[in-house]
Structure formats: C-alpha cells, structure tokens
C-alpha cells in the first residue's frame, strides 16, 4: 500500500520560487519506473496536471502553462518525489497533490482519473 504526503506549499510573492515534496512510502521496492504527477486545483476550478513523470528516470512532460519554470525530479532512492517551482505566478496559485501509479503514455499522465493512489496537498499562495 503506498502512501504519499506532501509538503512545502507556502505564500510567496510573484517571481518567487518553491521545492514541493512528496514521501513514497508503504512499498516494499524501491518505487522506480512508475508514473507520478503533480496536480493542482485553484478555488472553484477543476484539478489540473502541472507536471508528470517516470520514478528513477529523467522522463517528464510539464503543462504548457509551467514549462520552463516547473522540474520534477526524484531522490536515489526513489522516496521523494520533488517539484521545483520557479518563477511564480498569482495563476499558480493551488492546492498541490502528488499522485502515483498512473499511466505515462499517450499523455494519460496528465489525466487525474489515472492515478490510483493520492496525497493529501499542500497550498501554494502566489500574490503580487
């Protein structure tokens, strides 16, 4: 049973940057060659993918909205799962929640319903 918790979601100011972290734990193996996603959902909006990407790989694909400013990356031992956030903006403002065990190809990454096991979020506040 894997579990996930989040944390470093804060107020910042526009232009400011943020290091999200997610906790893999509760698998027996190291957790690499999965298919993990950060979403987020600002108030009264629907949840939409940020960024995805391949445990233990260098394999990751970023919303439009976030290329060039968002990177996703993972620990060696595949525990953390990191969402490094450059640049903000109020638009980015969100509850954030990783997700794991989705689907990779054809952009299914980017489909929430993919995603089998969810944390709980943390908030990120962007003003100017």
């Known amino acids: 049973q894997v579990t996930l918790a989040e944390s470093g979601g804060a107020a910042v100011q526009a232009g400011g940057s943020l290091t999200l972290s997610c906790v893999v734990s509760g698998y027996v193996y190291t957790y690499s060659g999965h298919c993990m996603g950060w979403f987020r959902q600002a108030q009264g909006k629907e949840r939409g993918a940020a960024a995805g990407?391949?445990?233990?790989?260098?394999?990751?694909s970023y919303a439009d909205s976030v290329q060039g400013r968002f990177t996703v990356s993972s620990n060696s031992a595949k525990t953390m799962w990191y969402l490094q956030m450059n640049s903000l903006q109020e638009e980015d403002t969100g509850m954030y929640c990783c997700?794991?065990?989705?689907?990779w190809g054809g952009g299914y990454w980017q489909r929430s319903g993919e995603f089998r096991v969810w944390g709980q979020g943390t908030q990120v506040t962007v003003s100017s």
């Open positions: 997700a794991a065990e989705g689907s």
């Open positions: 990407g391949v445990s233990g790989s260098s394999t990751a």
